[in-house]
């Protein structure tokens, strides 16, 4: 099944659940941003389907679904609410494809050095999926034990702010991820991530790299 | 190395120029770029120069933000700031090359 990250103003946490026993549906969870997101409608919802998830029972038709083909994750199973973050980007066209995997490496290599990642996966979006408007190109989630963690040491490390964050700033001449891009971070009750990729058929063993 | 929330940033903008635009740019950089880099938290800490080749000079702008925080708030009011996106791409039509390197304080020295 196909991983998606969907954006829409609101949830209704009783149609999540509800979504969760459907048939065609593998996973899922939603939470409104929290504060400090950016680039959102007001929540996200992670969902593993193979139907269009805009078929679904519940979910918004005006929802943007973001298709997910998942090159690298690792799992760090732990029990118990936690904070899931969701960084949806768009690489500028153009970009050598050579670049673009260099970008890729960088940020897989964040969680080697920014101890409060817990589980995380790096995904291209499913051009063959996706709405032909949609322009980005690749989502970067991960989950944190709490707020913290994504607020504190995730932003506060210098590996991200000297060395990652050049593909991002417009001023260095190194950048290729385009200024819009949607920071959003929501509380879980339990594993997204893991139960997501147990679900999908492009979930990866643990510890996956390119 | 470790996070601090204090970590002043070292930010050092390297242009290197044909040496008979060095002066004009400059101009352009003092009057449209410095301005609104103040307002964005950016320290102006120098200037030096020194000759990259025979016809060119490499400018080296050092500059100096609070923290990472102050850091990413920056990059975020010159993403959404037009004279900024164009200053860099009127430098850029004219340098010969760019870098900008973006560095911690020691930690002894936050």
């Known amino acids: 099944m196909t991983r998606w990250v969907l954006l829409t103003a609101t949830v209704d946490q009783e149609q999540v659940a509800a979504l969760a026993a459907h048939p065609e549906v593998g996973h899922s969870s939603a939470g409104a941003d929290l504060p400090g997101s950016v680039g959102g409608r007001g929540a996200v919802w992670d969902l593993v389907t193979d139907a269009d998830p805009r078929s679904l029972p519940g979910v918004p038709a005006d929802a943007e679904a973001v298709p997910l083909v998942t090159i690298a994750q690792q799992d760090v199973p732990f029990d118990g609410p936690r904070i899931k973050r969701t960084l949806l980007l768009t690489v500028a066209d153009g970009t050598p494809d050579e670049v673009v995997r260099r970008f890729e490496q960088d940020t897989i290599a964040m969680p080697d050095h920014i101890s409060t990642i817990r589980s995380w996966a790096l995904s291209r979006v499913d051009t063959s999926l996706a709405d032909a408007s949609t322009r980005r190109t690749h989502v970067w989630e991960q989950e944190f034990v709490d707020a913290d963690g994504l607020n504190g040491e995730y932003l506060l490390h210098p590996y991200h702010w000297t060395y990652v964050d050049n593909w991002f700033d417009p001023e260095s001449p190194r950048h290729i991820v385009e200024p819009a891009i949607a920071h959003l971070y929501r509380a879980a009750a339990g594993p997204v991530l893991l139960a997501q990729m147990s679900a999908s058929s492009t979930g990866r063993p643990n510890a996956s790299r390119p | ?110």
Request: proline share 5%.
């Open chain 2, 1 to 110: 190395m470790t996070t601090d929330i204090d970590r002043r940033v070292h930010i050092v903008d390297h242009v290197v120029l044909p040496a008979a635009e060095v002066g004009p740019w400059l101009d352009r950089w003092r009057t449209t770029y410095l301005p609104g880099a103040q307002v964005r938290g950016m320290q102006h800490v120098g200037i030096a120069q020194r000759y990259a080749g025979p016809a060119s000079v490499e400018v080296r702008v050092d500059w100096e933000v609070a923290g990472p925080y102050a850091f990413y708030g920056m990059r975020g009011q010159a993403a959404a700031d037009p004279t900024v996106t164009r200053f860099w791409a009127e430098t850029d039509a004219l340098a010969t090359s760019r870098d900008r390197s973006v560095s911690a304080a020691k930690e002894d020295d936050a």
